[in-house]
């Protein structure tokens, strides 16, 4: 594989190579600090829980939704910010309100969380990179993951550092000790894999590029497979979509050909159907890597490529270690095609939208 020079992409790859160290520190500071009860006595109960979230803080939502409901049992939904302030009737009072943001400045999210705190009186949850930014001075609790910021606009160890910060937060409220005990351990099983996903993801790209990425997941899989279809959009500027795996049967599927990689997230709970999809897509012709815990001759037979994580540890805890392989896919695609993945095209780290008139919602008649 050529790269247009050997200093593009050097902070992004840097990052996502830093993820299990990351989550150490992060998930060390958090869990030794004794935050997560004095915020889980604080945020409201029973009610619905609502993650909210732009681009990548979006899809992150998504599976801190999706792991929230499974790991407490409590309702929880994901929203983009925009949502709430163009349907504000999206957001039901009463609710518990996560805002996920990198930055803390999205403007957006901003004005979402200033809604919710001054409009609705909901006392809220931020959870951000940032430091002194506006999103911690509006929300009433704030987690702060600074060591998890990055000097690349794509969003990557933020990413995944926020997901799991959240996933111990849903822990600490279902009061799983055995879930908190997977999730330190996570990092130590998770860095000895990164040369062999990179390896697989490299040989991949280096065979040849695809006229278009699809990306299939169930459950907190949904997300990882949303945010793989992002990096490699952001990265590469390539075609990417994502779908609930058995989802991609009702039409989608007409798309497939040998120009289509279809990446298949696979998960524990949906592992057999999420299979006879994986062989019904092959016969049709597609490219496929799958992404599993484990892999058997079934997978074999219909993968072209495959990484297995074999962690020891919850399926809901491997989310983030999937979204790695979504991240080496973009990076490298990128890379393969002259783009410097370290300042995509079009992009800005942050999203400011000018002259963007606050003030309170009213729900449209
Ligand atoms: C995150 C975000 C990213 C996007 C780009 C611009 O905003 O929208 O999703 O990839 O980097 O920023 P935030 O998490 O800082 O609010």
Partial sequence: MTFSSSTE??????????????????????????????????????????????????????????SWSILTGIPARAIPASEILLFPELFPAPCQPVFISRSGRTSEIVEAAQYAESDLGIQSLAITCGIGTPIEEICSNVIRLSPADEKSTVMTRSFTSMLLALQALAADRASSKSFLTSLRALPTQVAPRLDGMQATVRSLVDKRTYADYVFLGQGPFFGVAQESMLKVKEMSCSYAQ????????????????????????????????????????????????????????????????????????????????????????????????????????????????????????????
């Fill in 242 to 365: 994502a779908f609930h795996t058995l989802e991609f049967r009702h039409g989608p599927k007409a798309i497939v050909s040998p120009e289509t990689l279809l990446t298949f997230f696979l998960s524990e709970s949906g592992f057999a159907d999420e299979i006879s999809v994986l062989q019904e897509m092959k016969e049709l012709g597609a490219t496929t890597l799958v992404i599993s815990n484990s892999i058997n001759a079934a997978i074999r037979a219909s993968a072209d490529y495959s990484i297995e994580l074999s962690l020891d540890v919850p399926q809901v805890a491997r989310a983030a270690a999937a979204v790695i392989t979504g991240q080496f896919l973009g990076f490298y695609t990128g890379m393969r095609k002259g783009f410097n993945p370290d300042r995509p095209r079009n992009l800005s780290r942050v999203v400011m939208l000018d002259g963007r008139n606050g003030g309170s919602r009213r729900a449209a008649t």
């Fill in 9 to 66: 992409g050097v902070h992004t790859i840097a990052e996502i190579l830093s993820e299990p160290q990351t989550w150490t520190r992060c998930l060390s500071e958090l869990l030794d600090s004794g935050q997560l009860a004095k915020i889980n006595e604080k945020l409201n109960k029973n009610v619905e829980w609502v993650f909210v979230g732009c681009g990548s803080s979006f899809y992150l939502a998504q599976i801190a939704a999706s």
